[in-house]
């Protein structure tokens, strides 16, 4: 039975063995079309290539100006005439080969990828994996070199694999980059999250600053918020000096979102409101509290809380309600009643008519009463 059992494995062998290797699905080429133009511009050429992919409804396209000795194969001809040119731009992953006419200081002509196995074969044995045909073109496209992505891996991104590889080269994600984010303590981030610090332009120098002023261990996701909402070091030192150091990276978030600037920080405490929490600060910028706002208040006579301001401002009471008021003979209202006026919608005017019409000493609760049960004077029928 074992003789038996032994032959049958040695069968089975060699009939695998006698299969044709079974290779990684790849994209068809023959979907891809692609078309070129160039123009001479001095010693330069400004070319543009377009590929597109019929099958997929997708196209790739970039343009940009090189030296001449960048084209390889590069000869336009003297005479002005439509003559056959084929030149190519080579990249580890495979070279774009560019054929056509030229005329004068123009050609045109169709576009043409050639994958280079050799690289496809070394990226393989860094721990890529097996390149599909997409793979190598997408490489190719965005020039990502063996040399880069052997210093990618040994950044400690080889697991990043090809998407990663070229979302590091869009964004420009170099492995010196790389290496000086993990000498300032961010050695351990997910490829995810050092693309998304790159396409803010999160710098080593930037994360060195901020800790100097204390913001230490900050995550990544805290590094990327100060970038987009633009905290600067100078802005953290100008908030220390108004007396705001060592907020939490939610806080300075939010200071900034609002526009609460040091220079309002410091308006509001010329104008009696020192110590003033984070909550109330940006309370009183979303409502449009200013200084301006301040001064003719207390002119009036009022020095509100910073909660009472956000209250006054939500019911649109202004300096001109409350002077109105006072010149028909309601001074030194109260808060809670000036917003109780505004709420009911009892004005100057009305109280005005109202005491004309024989209530020479009506109350505001008595006012708003007879607003509210539909008392309405001479010029309201």
């Given amino acids: 039975m074992k003789s038996i059992r032994t032959h049958l494995l040695l069968i089975l062998l060699v009939t695998l063995a006698l299969l044709p290797a079974v290779s990684v699905a790849q994209s068809s080429p023959s979907d891809l079309r692609g078309d070129w133009r160039a123009e001479l511009r001095g010693e330069r050429v400004w070319l543009r290539i377009n590929f597109e992919d019929a099958a997929r409804s997708s196209n790739w396209s970039f343009s940009r100006d090189y030296a001449r000795n960048e084209l390889e194969g590069f000869a336009p001809p003297t005479a002005a005439q439509n003559a056959p040119v084929k030149f190519q731009l080579r ?26 196995p050799d690289y496809a074969a070394q990226m393989r044995t860094l721990g890529y994996g097996a390149l599909t045909w997409d793979d190598q073109f997408r490489l190719a496209m965005h020039d ?29 994600a170099t492995p010196e980059w790389i290496r ?24 080593p120098e930037y994360v060195k600053e901020l800790a100097q002023l204390g913001y230490t261990n900050l995550s990544a996701e805290d590094l990327t918020r100060f970038a987009m909402h633009r905290v600067s070091p100078d802005l953290l030192r100008a908030l220390a000096q108004a007396g705001y150091s060592h907020l939490s ?3 300075v978030v939010r200071l900034q979102m609002h526009q609460v600037s040091p220079e309002f920080i410091a308006q509001l405490k010329t104008l009696g409101y020192p110590d003033l929490s984070v909550d109330d600060l ?12 301040l001064r003719e208040l207390r002119d009036l006579g009022y020095q509100p809380s910073a909660e009472d301001l956000t209250r006054l401002k939500m019911h649109r009471v202004t300096p001109e309600f409350v002077r109105d008021l006072k010149a028909v003979g309601y001074d030194h209202v109260t808060v809670d009643d000036l917003v109780k006026l505004r709420t009911h919608n009892v004005d100057a005017s009305y109280l005005a008519r109202l005491r004309s019409l024989g209530h020479p000493n009506l109350t505001i609760d008595d006012a708003i009463r007879m607003k509210t049960h539909g008392v309405r004077t001479e010029l309201e029928l």
């Fill in 91 to 116: 990249h580890d992953a495979g070279a774009i080969v560019l054929t056509g006419a030229w005329h004068d200081d123009r050609g045109e002509g169709a576009a043409n990828f050639q994958p280079n």
């Fill in 144 to 172: 990502v070199s063996l040399q880069f992505a052997r210093d990618i891996k040994e950044a400690g991104y080889a697991s990043a694999g090809v998407d990663g590889l070229v979302r590091f080269k869009i964004h420009g």
């Fill in 180 to 203: 000086q984010m993990a000498a300032s303590g961010y050695s351990k981030l997910d490829a995810e999250d050092l693309v998304r610090l790159r396409i803010h332009r999160v710098e």
């Fill in 282 to 293: 940006t309370r009183l910028k979303m409502h449009g509290v200013n200084a301006d706002y």
């Fill in 249 to 251: 990276p939610e806080d």
